[in-house]
């Protein structure tokens, strides 16, 4: 199967209800607290892909012309294709050390520009396509000490890339989940269709979204498949959409029109009789935000811009603020604004998740060349992390540790597994709930592959020192495709440091 297919505040943390209200509504305002990791990482981290060494693989387009950070031991390209410099010493794609907080060159033979990956069973990324010479291209990364990047020679059938520019209605980067029946939900544009993909057989088309407009490239939204319970007796499967820009905003953006960006919401059941979307208002409209399923259920949306749209230089007014979003509060109370960030994030910027519950936040290039002066938004090579209001020192007494298993850890489908933890204060039984959470590979918005399921378990019990819950894996590959996740366990809706598990 093509795995193009398979994509898919510390201390001031003051819990009040701001005097914000925005179309008759009250929203809450968070904390959160933004920190620069790297002032330069030398490229714009237009992709990313945590893999289970805690090394994040980054990577933009070998056609943006000399990046700031040169290729490993005075190696060159030398690519008689390449559009912006043939001979070019500098890397295009770096990997980020977590734990080390360090950056590593990478070289990439041909130009991985807007490309797709997923991660193996056996935590490998497997990236395809790209643009130009490298749109056929098939790239193996594996997660060692000092690997690099392998070129495929057997490459794929058809071109994988963002087409040069067709317009509005190209639609690119579709929002595709892996359904609980193992069909592909696939939204491109303001419609939905259930897709076995076995058979290539489309077998459920959805109502269209309310109002009409576009969600996908250039309109850019992004999408998450809510958290899937597996305690409950049928698992459901919910989409939520966010954000975009309204039909036509392309259109008038090249005519230097900046349109305000969607404010709405949807979110639908996949898998009931009669599917409808329920429509829901943002505190703050939001164009090319990336949507981040954190640990313990909610859903970061962070990054992008109040007006205009995807493509080059037609973004504008940066939203700095993420939103948090509560799928299981009432409407009404859902969304929370969390602290701002200083640092504008607009097209080809992305977020990911890590271990420790930091989300990841680089990137940001809105020019086809590495434009560090004179331009509205300049290429962005600093790398920051958004710590949630969950990481803050006075949640610490009811943070869970995770005592066993050890990371790295490898299950198989249907296993019981006792996880132990301790938590510093009093243990609210009520509050524990075990997760595993899939690593996203993300680009223009979209986090192809994220998948959070919340694993069924019995109650806590004290063992000595430490908790114990004991868990079953989930059954199915359909319900969680095999390779690597994040596990958690969530105290009152804070969460431990994850562990790397293998499931197969
Ligand atoms: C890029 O590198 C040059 C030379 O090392 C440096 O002067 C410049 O500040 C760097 N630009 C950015 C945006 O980091
Ligand atoms: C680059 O490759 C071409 C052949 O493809 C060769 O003629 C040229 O000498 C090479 N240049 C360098 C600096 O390696
Ligand atoms: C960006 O940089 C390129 C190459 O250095 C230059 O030709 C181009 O004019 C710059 N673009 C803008 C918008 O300043």
Request: hydrophobic residues 40%; charged residues 15%; glycine residues 10%.
């Amino acid at each position: 199967m093509s795995t193009t297919l398979t994509l898919s505040c510390l201390l001031w943390h003051l819990l009040f209800i701001a005097g914000l209200h925005h179309q008759n509504q009250a929203y809450a305002a968070g904390g959160g607290q933004w920190t620069l990791v790297q002032n330069s990482i030398g490229i714009a981290a237009m992709h990313m892909q945590l893999l289970n060494n805690d090394r994040v693989v980054i990577f933009d387009r070998t056609d943006f012309g000399l990046s700031n950070i040169s290729l490993p031991s005075g190696k060159c390209r030398n690519d008689s294709n390449e559009m912006a410099v043939k001979i070019d010493c500098t890397a295009h794609s770096v990997e980020y050390d977590v734990l080390a907080n360090s950056v590593r060159p990478l070289m990439v033979q041909t130009d991985v520009w807007c490309s797709s990956g997923a991660v193996a069973v056996d935590g490998h990324l497997i990236q395809t396509g790209g643009f130009n010479d490298g749109d056929h291209v098939i790239r193996t990364f594996y997660p060692c000490g000092n690997c690099d990047w392998n070129e495929l020679a057997l490459g794929l059938l058809a071109r994988r890339c963002q087409t040069n520019d067709a317009g509005e209605e190209n639609n690119l980067y579709p929002f595709v989940h892996l359904n609980v029946d193992g069909n592909l939900f696939i939204f491109a544009n303001n419609r939905a269709i259930l897709l076995d993909y076995t058979k290539n057989v489309v077998v459920r088309t959805y109502p269209s979204f309310p109002g009409g407009d576009p969600r996908n490239y250039p309109s850019t939204g992004s999408s998450v498949l809510l958290p899937l319970n597996l305690g409950q007796p049928s698992t459901e499967a919910e989409v939520l959409i966010c954000g975009g820009a309204p039909r036509g905003s392309y259109g008038q953006a090249k005519g230097g029109k900046f349109v305000a960006a969607l404010n709405s919401c949807g979110r639908i059941k996949i898998n009931d009789k009669s599917p409808t979307w329920a429509t829901e208002i943002m505190p703050l409209a939001r164009v090319m935000g990336d949507m981040i399923l954190l640990p313990n259920g909610h859903v970061l949306v962070i990054n992008g811009a109040a007006a205009g749209t995807a493509g080059w230089e037609y973004g504008r007014d940066p939203v700095l603020s993420p939103v948090l979003y509560q799928p299981d509060n009432p409407i009404g109370s859902r969304f929370e604004i969390q602290n701002p960030s200083t640092v504008p994030r607009v097209y080809h910027s992305t977020a990911i998740l890590l271990r420790d519950g930091r989300i990841l936040v680089g990137g940001s290039n809105p020019h086809v060349y590495y434009n560090f002066t004179g331009v509205l938004y300049p290429t962005e090579l600093r790398l920051e992390t958004f710590s949630p209001t969950y990481l803050g020192l006075e949640f610490n007494n009811l943070r869970p540790k995770i005592v066993s298993p050890n990371s790295q850890f490898k299950v198989k489908y249907g296993q019981k597994v006792v996880v132990r933890f301790s938590v510093p204060g009093a243990l609210s039984n009520k509050g524990i709930a075990v997760t595993m959470v899939a690593p996203s590979f993300t680009t223009h918005s979209f986090s192809m592959n994220q998948r959070l399921l919340v694993l069924g378990g019995g109650k806590s019990t004290l063992v000595g020192s430490t908790y114990q819950v004991e868990i079953t894996m989930p059954n199915l590959g359909i319900i969680s495709p095999p390779g690597y996740y994040l596990l958690f366990v969530v105290h009152q809706d804070i969460p431990s440091e994850g562990i790397w598990i293998q499931i197969q």
